[in-house]
């Protein structure tokens, strides 16, 4: 497979308690499996922040403990596609489920013994890269919960208060 970019400008990530149903729309970024035996290795997460004064962001990458319902269509300025130009488009089986809202929401895991990865940042200019290290990717397996489904949101429960931010999450699907 090919790497892929997910991006998201423009987004107010508001700050949610890890453990409830995200409560507000077009506030976070979401990948998920598009099939049972979908693995996806998200490679690097770069957050940029555009807030207009300063404002401290718990941004965490969590599992899910609860899948959204019915993810909504990426729309613009909110993109996904192939690093190559070239690449050719997912097939089923290998097709990956990039979204800012759905339906209803998902609830971000606050699960003792799932992980969540620390990616917090002053919105005010502030910028986080997260790159993988080699064998140290984070894994996305499936379509079901937890494992299936990542978020990257702002944690209230991680101290974050709401800012404007632009970000992308690099993955391959397999």
């Not at 423009?10 to 729309?25: E, R």
Request: proline share 5%.
């Amino acid at each position: 497979m090919a790497k892929r970019l997910f991006t998201s400008q423009g987004l107010t990530f508001t700050g949610q308690a890890a453990g409830s149903v995200i409560g507000t729309a077009s506030s976070y970024m979401a990948l998920k499996g598009g099939a049972s035996t979908q693995i996806i290795d998200v490679l690097e997460i770069f957050i940029s922040g555009m807030a207009t004064a300063s404002t401290v962001a718990g941004m965490i990458m969590d599992r899910v403990s609860t899948l959204e319902t019915t993810p909504t269509a990426l729309a613009a300025p909110n993109r996904d596609g192939g690093m190559n130009p070239s690449i050719t488009a997912l097939v089923s089986g290998s097709t990956v489920v990039p979204f800012v809202t759905a339906s209803t929401q998902p609830t971000p895991s606050n699960t003792v013994t799932d992980i969540a990865l620390n990616l917090a940042l002053n919105l005010f200019g502030g910028i986080v890269r997260w790159n993988a290290a080699t064998t140290q990717q984070w894994w996305i397996i499936g379509n079901t919960a937890p494992a299936g489904e990542s978020i990257l949101f702002n944690s209230s429960t991680g101290g974050g208060s709401t800012g404007l931010a632009n970000a992308h999450i690099m993955y391959e699907p397999y």
